[in-house]
């Protein structure tokens, strides 16, 4: 027999996550005193010390209590899934989502905004960072649907192709770079270029790592001259005459359109990645999540 309810384990995560059992009861607008006996309630069923305050008398979650997080989480989850789909009531669930740095800057406000002209209720919660961060927050259940463009784990993680890119080389836009463009060059005959790359984290560096590796290539024949963790560096590094760079096409598109870079296809039938939409296997959707997934598969895939 099941002792504890729903409602406990909601305290439960609330007081885990803010590590407060004040912060907890203004979060549910409960009191303080009702937080603490459904702490000790559940404490006492389940047989096991979930919180203990420290020196600071700061509220610390236990180990058990951190094993235990994961199910108590995935068990609201449900619940609320379950609500959800027995209700007439439009979908109105936050949509939680990590995109890698591609993603999150040129394909997820067009396709945002197109999804709220016709789901004015739906609100969405995004974080964003490199392909492995949005690995790392769906494993660790703080977003719920991923974009990024390399795939690195699919024992756990479902990817969808939803859309094609392109990996270019982009140079600075001086006379030299432009009789070489004029000349026919690729980028694959400019590889000995001062390189500027992405972390190891990046998708796009990942990515053009295999493209190398396929074309009989190694990354340590490069000569690369800086290493940076943020597009936008790399990118005004070109500009500024720093090196050459890979990176993805939608990405070149404005500083090629303000004329501060030229764009070289990496060879003559040109190197493409897929942008997968990524989640966790067996993952349940909610109604809200359902629509939004078919959306961002529906019109992604025609472009």
Not at 16 to 22: D, I, M
Not at 86 to 114: G, V
Not at 241 to 251: D, K, P
């Amino acid at each position: 027999m099941i002792n504890f309810s729903i409602r406990q384990l909601e305290v439960f995560l609330a007081v885990a996550e803010t590590n407060s059992f004040s912060r907890a009861a203004s979060q549910l607008s409960l009191a303080q005193s009702t937080v603490s006996a459904h702490i000790q309630g559940l404490e006492d069923t389940l047989g096991v010390q979930l919180f203990i305050r420290n020196a600071k008398k700061q509220v610390v979650t236990t180990v058990r209590g951190k094993e235990l997080c994961s199910y108590a989480r995935a068990i609201v989850e449900q619940c609320r899934i379950l609500a959800d789909e027995a209700s007439d009531a439009p979908a109105q669930q936050e949509l939680l989502i990590a995109a890698s740095t591609d993603s999150f800057e040129y394909l997820l406000p067009n396709l945002m905004a197109d999804y709220v002209k016709i789901h004015p209720t739906c609100r969405f919660v995004l974080v964003n960072g490199d392909s492995t961060f949005v690995h790392e927050q769906l494993l660790n259940q703080n977003a719920r649907i991923g974009f990024c463009g390399t795939a690195l784990n699919s024992k756990e993680l479902e990817y969808r192709a939803i859309s094609k890119d392109k990996l270019v080389m982009i140079t600075p836009n001086n006379s030299r770079y432009q009789q070489l463009k004029r000349r026919g060059l690729y980028g694959c005959d400019l590889l000995d270029e001062p390189m500027l790359e992405r972390s190891h984290t990046s998708g796009t560096k990942k990515e053009f790592d295999r493209y190398l590796e396929k074309n009989g290539m190694s990354g340590k024949q490069l000569h690369v001259v800086a290493r940076m963790n943020q597009a936008d560096a790399v990118k005004s590094s070109v500009v500024s005459g720093l090196g050459v760079a890979i990176v993805s096409q939608m990405a070149a598109k404005k500083y090629v359109s303000s004329g501060d870079l030229l764009v070289f296809d990496l060879d003559a039938g040109g190197a493409f990645r897929d942008i997968y939409l990524v989640y966790q296997k067996e993952t349940v959707f909610s109604k809200a999540e359902r629509d939004f997934v078919a959306f961002a598969i529906h019109n992604l895939k025609k472009k």
